[in-house]
Structure formats: C-alpha cells, structure tokens
C-alpha cells in the first residue's frame, strides 16, 4: 500500500493490523487506539499529518515506522499540508458572521464540566449558524453525538493542546440530555441481585476528560456476557449512553448526590 501524510489512519490499520502497534509506538497519546469503538470513530477521521499534530511528533515518524511493515511512501506527496486537502462544503463557504464561539478550555481546567454550556450554546444557534469550540482535545464523543443528530463537523488541530471543532447547523435541531437519562434506575436492585457475583467496579471520578468516556468503553470490551460493569461517576456520562444503546448494551443511572453517580452496564 502506497501511503502519504493524507493517508487516513483507518485505512493504513486495515491493510495490516500490526501497524496499530507500530503506531502506538510512536507516541503515548495514541494508547487510545487500543479501543476498538474509540479506534473506529477517530481513525477513520484522522490522517497521518493530523495524528502527528496530535502526536506531538512528526509525518516522518509514521514512515519510518510503516515502512518495515511493507508499506510504500509516495515520495511526490510525502508532506502535504492538511490545509489543502478538501474541506467540508460549510467549512469552504463558511463567513465570519456565521460563527460562534466557545472556548471550553477554562472550564474543564477550573475542574467543571461543560456540557451543560455547550448545550445552551447548541440549542441557541440558528440554522446556517456554525458553533466553533476550542478545547485541548479533539471532543470525539461530542462529535458522534451532535453528527446522529444531523449536524456536520470538522476538527482542525492548531497543535497539540489547541483543537478547534466547528459544528454546523443546517436545520432545526435541539440538543436533549433528559430523554437519554429520565427513569433510568428502574429495576436497580433487581439487577443488583441477578449479577451478584459477577461484578466488576471501575472509578472514573478523579480522570480528566474524555478519560471516563475512554476508560468506560475500555472495560466493556473484555467484559464477559454474564458480568456487569459497576462504574463510580461524578456525572451522567451523556455522550456514552447513545454509543451503549448502539452497541446493545444495557444501563441503569442512579444519582447518589451532587458530584456522585453510579452505572450499572450489562450485555443485553
């Protein structure tokens, strides 16, 4: 395979799987790769030269690495900027007055969370409106999440502790976390009782975001069918409830008090 600094890292995985390895080689921020839901979701949107900004390293690194696992470089395009790579269609016709601006940055490093500011922000946009955010990461869950509700995205990563993420609104559409939440600990102590014995417990109170999203999925994956997950959390995890619900499994909510929320996830 013939590969460039626009080769999409999902398509480099799929022509050989060792290369997952050669690549989390190159730089401890891509651990995250190991997760097959986050892997699919970010490699497929990512190429070389944006891994690298992420990555904190160089296009170069990826060659040297690939290279011995049998894959070409296209010397003619070695280094292409992602500038010049097709943009969205409201990202090219995009005009100042469209755009409004979040930076999230403050809030997450003051320890809060910012969901519900963006969802104000969301809500409030109008159509053909674009809601820009600065975050330090690509917000991917935040993504997947506002794209199922039909809204068009870009991330464009400044370097490596500045992403700019814009999303597009073409239509009325409104963001809602109560559907996704209400009545959820229906049934609790039931569960309880018919996995005794069978419990695995994480605590993602103390990780920063997206870290409990990560963790969370993490676990699932090596999670035997007759286990359930027990998972101490300091809020109700929105972006991960449509990701479980997708991917058949089960959930309860219970909210302990402010700052303490406790899941119950199961193979349905």
């Not at 160089?58 to 010397?75: A, C, H, Q, S, Y």
């Not at 997947?144 to 239509?171: C, H, N, P």
Request: glycine share 4%; aromatic share 8%; with cysteine.
């Amino acid at each position: 395979m013939v590969i460039n600094s626009g080769t999409k890292i999902a398509a480099i995985l799929k022509h050989n799987p060792a290369a997952l390895d050669a690549i989390i080689a190159i730089s401890p921020k891509f651990e995250k790769l190991r997760n097959p839901f986050l892997r699919k979701v970010m490699a497929g949107r990512t190429s070389i030269s944006m891994a690298a900004k992420v990555g904190g390293c160089k296009v170069e690194d990826f060659f040297n690495r690939l290279k011995p696992l049998g894959f070409d470089i296209d010397t003619g395009k070695a280094i292409i900027d992602e500038e010049k790579k097709p943009l969205p269609p409201f990202i090219v016709a995009l005009k100042k007055e469209q755009i409004i601006e979040l930076d999230v940055r403050p809030v997450i490093a003051a320890g809060q969370d910012p969901l519900s500011i963006i969802v104000k922000e969301v809500n409030a946009i109008q159509p053909g409106q674009v809601l820009k955010i600065t975050n330090s990461f690509e917000p991917t869950p935040l993504m997947v999440l506002l794209e199922k509700q039909g809204f068009s995205s870009y991330a464009d990563a400044i370097r490596d502790d500045w992403v700019e993420t814009y999303f597009y609104k073409s239509s009325a559409i409104e963001l809602t976390t109560r559907e996704t939440t209400t009545d959820k600990s229906n049934g609790w102590d039931e569960i309880l009782k018919q996995y005794e014995n069978h419990i695995t417990t994480i605590d993602v109170r103390q990780l920063e975001m997206p870290g409990p999203m990560m963790t969370i999925l993490e676990s699932l994956e090596t999670l035997p069918e007759n286990m359930l997950l027990y998972v101490y959390h300091k809020r109700i995890p929105v972006f991960l409830l449509p990701e479980l619900a997708d991917r058949k499994f089960g959930y309860r909510i219970k909210e302990i008090s402010d700052g303490e929320v406790h899941l119950l996830i199961f193979k349905e």
